[in-house]
């Protein structure tokens, strides 16, 4: 049994009634039994995308049954029903009509008995064939492993394509044979790279091809606004795979891609759709902190979108405060923009900017004298600037953050040699023409910690940011081979 921690929802609704009493109709009565539930407490639990959520609960009675009733339909879906041991002791899916009864293996924690659910029984069928398969795949993935030649090995292997293609053959003639919510899940399951379904006649010649009929097919026939695509949780690795593997890495295409689906999970209901609301947390959430340099563009974009100047009452305030912060300290410096100027001190504390500083290139750097990573991280930075840059018109503009530790800055420089940069530092007082919006260097620089580096062409545009200092003379050949 598999054990998990529960994301609890809790949702309470009063009916008052001033005449007549009326009983509501019972939407939806479900029951299960199994000799482990006897006399215990069972939770009845849904997927919510890659978290779980508590729907009810029910104690069994002495030939452990147990029933839940609710007077509004569940949303269809995977759902589980779960000890107090927070162990699963059964996976099943919710169908429309929410009128059955599942006797459940002790021992196995299977279904042993389906009355009144085709879904639930095509449910088992699947796992009882895929795991028929799986078992013979395994052993001989085993037995590969004391095959000697060649030619069995390559028989061996020519099994297992065949027992994934008859997995692969019993899901897609499943889709093409059924609308339900069974052929969704199968659908969002589906790999990335799942070609089992190409038709004999479409060729694709190269790898452009290949990944074309990929994007058009990851996501057909499934409707982003269907809450049934939450239930379950198989929804957001789709989401990742899609924007990670067959999307341009670039902050455009993926934006592009990203407004695409949010916008289709907001078709039917533009201010209440669940789907929006957690599609738009998940990649707002994974771009805030990219991977790839520059795409936290697309956290930028959806945030003036979809969550800048609105109330969303929805949304928690952690999470409200927590976008305004990350927009707030990422608006002003993304890829292409033009970097703002900094009002600095010299060693003789002489007034300097970084628009003094005329070079093709310049590399910036936050920085603190007390921070140990800097202490490492500068003399490599050095020696990267005297064996490659120092005679290609590259100019190093590094700020010490702390104006009070002057004896510690200059020895620093001194004892690293680091007196061919523009060595400047934050001055606690700047001339009063200045403005406080510009003067805000850790807003428009996002300088949450040290060392911070950054890469600008002539004109103080970035070019490159929050990557390794040692990859700036690739970016910069690009660069000069392009402009």
């Known amino acids: 049994m598999t054990k998990f921690f529960l994301l609890i929802f809790i949702f309470l609704s009063l009916n008052f009634g001033y005449s007549q009493k009326k ?29 779980k959520m508590l729907q009810d609960s029910a104690i069994a009675n002495n030939n452990g049954e147990l029933s839940f009733k609710k007077n509004k339909k569940y949303t269809e879906g995977l759902y589980l029903l779960v000890n107090t041991n927070r162990e699963i002791e059964l996976e099943f899916l919710m169908d429309y009509e929410q009128r059955f009864r599942i006797k459940v293996d002790k021992q196995k924690g299977e279904a042993q008995q389906i009355l009144n659910s085709p879904l639930n029984t095509d449910f088992q069928n699947l796992n009882i064939f895929s795991l028929e398969k799986n078992n013979k795949i395994n052993l001989l993935k085993k037995k590969i492993l004391t095959t000697q030649k060649f030619a069995d090995r390559k028989n061996i292997y020519e099994s297992i394509d065949i027992l994934n293609h008859e997995i692969n053959e019993y899901k897609n003639n499943y889709i093409n044979n059924n609308n339900n919510t069974l052929s969704l899940f199968l659908k969002l399951s589906a790999p990335i790279d799942d070609f089992s379904s190409k038709p004999a006649n479409r060729v694709l ?86 991977k790839q340099m520059g795409n936290d563009q697309v956290f930028v974009t959806l945030y003036e979108k979809y969550f800048k100047d609105k109330s969303h009452n929805w949304l928690q305030n952690s999470q409200k405060e927590l976008f305004k912060k990350n927009y707030y300290f990422l608006k002003n410096n993304q890829i292409g923009k033009k970097g703002r100027n900094l009002y600095m001190s010299t060693k003789n504390k002489e007034p300097i900017n970084l628009y003094d500083i005329k070079a093709t290139f310049t590399i910036l750097v936050f920085w603190d004298p007390n921070c140990e990573y ?54 606690s007082n700047v001339s009063t023409k200045y403005s406080k919006e510009e003067l805000n260097f850790q807003q428009h620089y996002n300088v949450t910690k040290t060392p911070i580096f950054y890469l600008l062409d002539r004109n103080k545009n970035i070019i490159a940011k929050d990557i390794d200092p040692k990859n700036y003379s690739q970016i910069m050949a690009n660069y000069m081979q392009m402009n």
């Open 374 to 427: 800097c202490k490492v991280e500068l003399p490599k930075l050095n020696t990267l600037y005297k064996k490659n840059w120092s005679k290609n018109d590259v100019k190093i503009f590094a700020i010490n953050l702390k104006e009070k530790e002057y004896s510690a800055w200059q020895k620093f420089i001194k004892e690293n040699n680091l007196n061919n940069w523009t060595n400047v530092f934050v001055p």
């Open 205 to 290: 010649k190269s790898k452009k091809d290949s990944l074309l009929y990929l994007k058009e097919n990851c996501f057909k026939g499934i409707d982003f606004s269907d809450e049934r695509i939450l239930v379950n949780p198989f929804l957001e690795k789709k989401i990742t795979g899609y924007l990670d593997y067959l999307i341009a890495k670039n902050p455009k295409s993926i934006t592009k891609e990203a407004i695409s689906i949010l916008e289709k999970s907001r078709q039917k209901d533009p201010e209440n759709s669940n789907v929006f609301k957690y599609l738009s947390l998940y990649i707002l959430n994974k771009y805030i902190t990219p």
């Open 23 to 51: 009983i509501p109709k019972t939407q939806s009565e479900i029951s299960f039994q199994s000799d482990n539930f006897k006399n215990k407490k069972v939770y009845l639990v849904s997927y919510y995308g890659n978290y």
